[in-house]
């Protein structure tokens, strides 16, 4: 089987094991698959999940298994990826199911179910260092900006402490709930009140799971977005143009994407130059490569605004 070639942080994993692109479960084949007819994906709807009172509870422990990551003159605290995982083994319910089950099948990614939301991937510290060196703070008070498959939400937080208003999506509600959300709230002044915390949120901040075609079309008479932020959210060919579409549906006339990836992702096809060729076959993007690391399988950054 193929594997991704993602480095992740060293805590997160181990050595030995070695994460698969795609599960392939024998536990939940149907008979149409066993047979050689692989039935239609069903992805995801997409929901508002609300920070709760629950959540901040627990901020105590959290802090207690949290590490800083310094990006320019930011401070972003977030929490150990180890710590998570195994206090989801743990202590999870059915609201960290999806988690529950890469960890279970040993695959970071398992199409229609997980999409890899509980790690942090390389090419999101490529573009934080690149928010940090090309974006004063300035530029970010009274934008707009949404972290798309946020994951960790590292992305959307370093745009918040920058002083805009951020909406974090991810395809699995239990990572917004049992990763994103708290480390928001491990960046929330921490003298405010339990109260005054969830205010600032609510004032600030939104979060949304499922489908990116279904976020679209759930948040299609909200305020468009002046940046829209995304980190390795281009290995599947087939979720491309989805992907593109919601960058038409969401973005501002005026308005800029900026999308982190590796060159090439073995296994699934997709990668920069590949997804460049997409943009560059439609009508209503253009592109450029604002920044490329050669380091071991080479990554970039994509600059894309409407034509």
């Not at 997409?46 to 800083?68: F, G, V």
């Amino acid at each position: 089987m193929f594997k991704f070639n993602f480095e992740v942080e060293t805590e997160v994993e181990p050595e030995e094991a070695v994460k698969s692109p795609f599960t392939e479960n024998s536990e939940h084949k149907t008979e149409q698959e066993d047979s050689g007819i692989v039935k239609d994906i069903v992805w995801y709807e997409a929901e508002q999940i609300k920070p709760t009172k629950a959540a901040l509870s627990r901020l105590d422990l959290y802090e207690l298994n949290a590490k800083d990551l310094k990006v320019g003159n930011t401070e972003i605290r977030h929490l150990i990826a180890g710590f998570l995982l195994e206090d989801i083994k743990i202590h999870g319910d059915l609201e960290s199911r999806d988690i529950k089950k890469s960890e279970e099948s040993h695959s970071d990614l398992i199409a229609g179910v997980y999409e890899g939301g509980a790690k942090i991937w390389e090419c999101t510290d490529d573009l934080l260092l690149y928010l940090s060196e090309n974006y004063d703070d300035s530029y970010w008070k009274g934008k707009r900006v949404l972290d798309l498959g946020c994951g960790s939400g590292l992305l959307g937080i370093y745009a918040l402490q920058s002083g805009a208003k951020v909406d974090f999506q991810d395809y699995n509600k239990d990572v917004l709930e049992q990763i994103t959300i708290p480390n928001v709230m491990l960046n929330v002044q921490l003298d405010l009140s339990d109260d005054n915390k969830l205010e600032f949120l609510e004032e600030n901040t939104s979060f949304y799971s499922g489908d990116w075609s279904n976020f679209a079309l759930l948040t299609l008479d909200t305020e468009k977005y002046d940046m829209i932020l995304t980190s390795e959210t281009i290995y599947n060919i087939e979720n491309q143009q989805k992907l593109l579409d919601t960058f038409n549906s969401r973005l501002r006339g005026d308005g800029i994407v900026l999308v982190s990836g590796k060159s090439h992702y073995f296994g699934v096809g997709g990668g920069l130059e590949q997804f460049v060729d997409v943009i560059n076959k439609g009508k209503a993007f253009e592109s450029k490569n604002v920044w490329t690391a050669d380091k071991n399988l080479k990554r970039g950054i994509l600059k894309i605004k409407f034509k």
